[in-house]
């Protein structure tokens, strides 16, 4: 059986090399912050948000017991603010949406801050560059969240990108994930 996770990092692998400056928009336990850092290496970059202590806490225990090069910055604060922390172009940035596994799930992403997030992080994001979005439709928030992710994002002209959505077509409600890839570097405002 296909393992999606493992087919988004295929696909985050042709834009990302050593040196790569990448950021990862839900930190959560660090599991996808742990994977950058090693493919970015010494000399690359890693951003990582998340609104939550515990969520920066255990990130920063993950990075540190697996003796990750120091080249992270964890925020705490909401990822829609992410221009007030990266004034650099990204070459890719990863959206893991929901909740923290294992801990509050009221705490979970929302279609007013998620979307805002993912337009200011488009404009960010190089030429040939990319955008890994993971939703998780199992719940309401997530289900909404992913409708109105997959709206706004055929809107966008293809000239500026290419949007897919990766899904198993015979279980409705099993996660899934988008892919954006930049095509040209965008200045935002929706075009078509
Ligand atoms: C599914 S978890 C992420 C899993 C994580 N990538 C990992 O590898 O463990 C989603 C995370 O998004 C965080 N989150 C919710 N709203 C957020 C926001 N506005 N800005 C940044 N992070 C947010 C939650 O606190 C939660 O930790």
Same mark, same amino acid.
């Given at each position: ?80 603010? %992410?221009?007030? #922390?990266?004034?650099?172009? =990204?070459? $890719?940035?990863? !959206? @893991? ?55 706004? %994002?055929?809107? #966008?002209?293809?000239?500026? =990108?290419? $949007?897919?959505? !990766? @899904? ?25």
């Amino acid at each position: 059986m296909l393992n999606l996770r493992d087919t988004q990092k295929e696909l985050l692998k042709k834009h990302i090399q050593k040196g790569s400056v990448v950021a990862d928009f839900t930190m959560g336990n660090g599991n996808d912050t742990l994977w950058l850092s090693n493919q970015v290496g010494e000399n690359g970059k890693v951003f990582a948000f998340d609104i939550q202590e515990a969520a920066v806490y255990n990130t920063k225990a993950l990075l540190e017991k697996e003796n990750c090069a120091q080249n992270y910055t964890l925020i705490k604060d909401s990822h829609h603010l %992410l221009k007030n #922390y990266i004034d650099c172009p =990204l070459d $890719a940035g990863i !959206f @893991n949406l929901g909740f923290l596994p294992g801990g509050d799930k009221s705490l979970t992403t929302l279609r007013s801050t998620t979307l805002p997030a993912i337009e200011t992080a488009l404009t960010l994001i190089k030429a040939g560059g990319c955008l890994m979005i993971a939703i998780y439709p199992g719940h309401e928030e997530g289900r909404l969240e992913g409708e109105l992710i997959c709206d706004i %994002l055929s809107k #966008y002209d293809q000239k500026h =990108l290419s $949007a897919y959505r !990766f @899904n198993v077509l015979n279980a409705a409600t099993s996660p899934y994930f988008i892919y954006v890839e930049i095509n040209e570097k965008y200045k935002g405002g929706i075009t078509k």
